[in-house]
């Protein structure tokens, strides 16, 4: 069956922390991974990853992908208490989109 | 944001009583999808949609039929409301594989 997992399932970090959250997954006939961020209410996209080793990013988020070892890390580096949210892991294989659980974020001030 | 709608935002309902939410969306979109998420599952797909009249089931089909006449409009029904179907409901449209967009989300409470 396929799963996606995403670790830790929460974090709570100091505003100027960076931060490394963790998506692994096993699905039959990959065909991208997605990070979102949610707050409080609907996702809103970050990246789509669908080849290895190369760097997507935007401003002090980045995000790789190993299709090898099989995950995805997304980075957030100085981090700032609006980076607080959900992050969700998303892979589409197929035509069916496998969600993680997500990692709830809390950065403090 | 891709222009999408919900209703109702919220519901409360009793078990057993028929249920239908409905995605509006203005983009064109030729796909669409409906999730639930709930507590420590993220998001679910329910069933999708890859053109007017074609649907197929998604992860947690059982219970829940959709429906698409339009390319704008996305229904999901529940034949008869279970506690269990008591969740958040996104819906989402995408140009293709990829990407999509959501909807502000649905709250449904089964009684």
């Known amino acids: 069956e396929d799963k996606v997992v995403q670790s830790p399932l929460s974090l709570v970090v100091h505003e100027g922390d960076t931060v490394t959250l963790n998506c692994s997954y096993e699905?039959?006939?990959?065909?991208?991974l997605l990070w979102y961020k949610q707050e409080k209410k609907a996702p809103t996209f970050l990246f789509m990853l669908?080849?290895?080793?190369i760097e997507k990013k935007s401003g002090r988020l980045s995000s790789i992908l190993d299709k090898k070892e099989l995950f995805s890390i997304l980075n957030i580096t100085a981090t700032q208490t609006g980076d607080s949210a959900v992050y969700l892991c998303?892979?589409?294989?197929?035509?069916?989109?496998?969600f993680g659980a997500g990692t709830r974020l809390t950065v403090k001030p | 944001d891709a222009g999408i709608t919900q209703s109702p935002r919220h519901k409360v309902t009793e078990t057993g009583t028929p249920v239908t939410l409905r995605c509006h969306q203005t983009?064109?979109?030729?796909?669409m999808y409906w999730y639930r998420q709930d507590p420590g599952h993220g998001l679910r797909l329910i069933h999708y949609?890859?053109?007017?009249?074609?649907?197929d089931k998604g992860e947690v089909s059982d219970g829940y039929s959709v429906s698409r006449s339009k390319t704008e409009d996305f229904l999901l029904t529940l034949e008869s409301a279970t506690s269990s179907q008591t969740s958040v409901y996104f819906c989402?449209?995408?140009?293709?594989?990829?990407?999509?967009?959501f909807g502000p989300g649905t709250r449904l409470t089964v009684t």
């Open positions: 989402a449209t995408s140009l293709g594989p990829g990407e999509q967009y």
């Open positions: 699905v039959t006939n990959f065909r991208s």
């Open positions: 669908t080849s290895s080793g």
């Open positions: 998303a892979v589409e294989a197929n035509n069916d989109m496998r």
């Open positions: 983009e064109n979109h030729r796909y």
């Open positions: 949609s890859y053109g007017v009249k074609d649907t």
